[in-house]
Structures are given as structure tokens and as C-alpha cells.
């Protein structure tokens, strides 16, 4: 099955400087790469998503990027705030109708006011 | 629309007692999953349903069982409860199977097996 890696899994900022995420995946048949976003003690929460046939994708101070020759994605997000501090995780989905995700292990990521 | 709901929230088992967690959502989405939440390793698929009437063992099946009751609900049932089970429990759903699409989770389960 698919294997996907994410690093780092902390990671400090200071405000209103920019946090990556990065993330590989192992199948190059996987075709959607969603974003999430958990707050402590709450559940994971779509922020952005891309499919295998972009290459980035925008929404205001987020963005993703995919590679698909090297089996990696990554997340940006430009000028941090306090409340984006919460745990990101990637995921991939693989092809057909079986629509099976499977998780990174999720980077900590704290704004430093 | 309350979106996808499960119970109960918080759950403490003593080791080898049984019990049932609910899912149900109420987007007519067709596909369901259960996924447990370890600290430091993300979100591990239980088992999930790609549509109604059928189910599929995902990365970490053993020690579960599942029922997609019907197209709202999919429940996971913990026969003889085990402390490795002590996690976080999501219950989630997304529109249709091979789609690009959002899957919505559930506020989690909480379970404490001693």
C-alpha cells in the first residue's frame, strides 16, 4: 500500500514568517493530496487540497505544491499567525473506487507572537 | 445539517470488555471510515466503507469489526477490548468513491482501555 512520510514533525515560526511542510508519498498511482489542519482536542479540518494533475495551488496565505515525478508535496504557508498553530497532516489517496487515504504522522506547528 | 456525529465521546473499558462506537452523518455521502489517532502517528485507518453494503480492512484492522448499518451510519464494534486500543477514535465520510473529494470528520471517541 501506499507509504506517506511527512517532516518536520515540530516546527517553530515566528510570526508573519513563513512554515513548509513537506510530505512524500511511495505509489505514483495516487492522484488527490489533502491538507489538514487539527487543533488541540478537536478534529482535522480540510485547509487545502491538490490532485495529481496540478502542480500548485493557492488560497490566500496557503499554498501547495506537488511534484509528481519525485513523489512529494508540500505545504506553505506565508505570513504565520498565532492561530495557525495547531498539528498539519498530509494525506494521499490512491486511484479507483476503493478511496483509501493514508496519513503522514503530522508536523506541530507553533507561531511564536 | 450536524454533519458527521459519533458517540459517546468519552469511553474508559476495563481489558476484554466489548463495546460499540457510532458513526452516522447526514450529507448523503457514500463513503465512511474508521481511523484511530496515535501520538506521533497521525491518522491509521481502521476499516472503511466505499459505499452501502460493503466494508474493507484498512492498515490496522485487527481487534475490530465494522457494520455499515446503512447509507447514514457505520459502526465499530471493539469485541474484547485490549489496552493498544487506548486512542482516539474519527469517524469520517466523504461524497463518493474516486472523487476528489473533502472527507468531514467526527469530533472523536475517546476510549481508555485499563
Known amino acids: 500500500g501506499e507509504n506517506v512520510e511527512q517532516h518536520p514533525s515540530t516546527l517553530s515560526v515566528q510570526e508573519g514568517d513563513s512554515a513548509v511542510i513537506k510530505c512524500t508519498y511511495s505509489?505514483?498511482?495516487?492522484?488527490?493530496f489533502p491538507w489538514y489542519k487539527q487543533e488541540l482536542g478537536k478534529r482535522p479540518q480540510l485547509i487545502i487540497d491538490?490532485?495529481?494533475?496540478?502542480g500548485e495551488k493557492k488560497d490566500q496565505r496557503i499554498a501547495v505544491t506537488l511534484n509528481k515525478t519525485a513523489k512529494h508535496f508540500s505545504l506553505h504557508i506565508t505570513e504565520t499567525q498565532p492561530e495557525d498553530s495547531a498539528v498539519y497532516f498530509c494525506?494521499?489517496?490512491?486511484?479507483?473506487?476503493?478511496?483509501?487515504?493514508?496519513f503522514g504522522t503530522g508536523t506541530s506547528l507553533t507561531v511564536i507572537p | 445539517n450536524a454533519g458527521v456525529t459519533q458517540t459517546p465521546k468519552f469511553q474508559v473499558l476495563k481489558t476484554g470488555q466489548s463495546m460499540t462506537l457510532q458513526c452516522a452523518q447526514d450529507?448523503?455521502?457514500?463513503?465512511m471510515y474508521w481511523y484511530r489517532q496515535d501520538p506521533g502517528m497521525g491518522l491509521r485507518l481502521i476499516y472503511y466503507s466505499a459505499s452501502e453494503g460493503t466494508t474493507d480492512k484498512g492498515e490496522v484492522p485487527n481487534g475490530y469489526n465494522v457494520s455499515r448499518l446503512n447509507k447514514r451510519e457505520f459502526s465499530l464494534r471493539l469485541e474484547s477490548a485490549a489496552p493498544s486500543q487506548t486512542s482516539v477514535y474519527f469517524c469520517?465520510?466523504?461524497?463518493?468513491?474516486?472523487?476528489?473529494?473533502?472527507?468531514?470528520f467526527g469530533p472523536g471517541t475517546r476510549l481508555t482501555v485499563l
Open positions: 494525506a494521499a489517496r490512491g486511484p479507483g473506487t476503493r478511496n483509501q487515504f493514508y
Open positions: 450529507m448523503n455521502h457514500n463513503s
Open positions: 491538490i490532485r495529481s494533475n496540478v
Open positions: 505509489d505514483s498511482a495516487s492522484n488527490y
Open positions: 469520517a465520510s466523504t461524497r463518493l468513491a474516486g472523487g476528489y473529494n473533502e472527507q468531514f
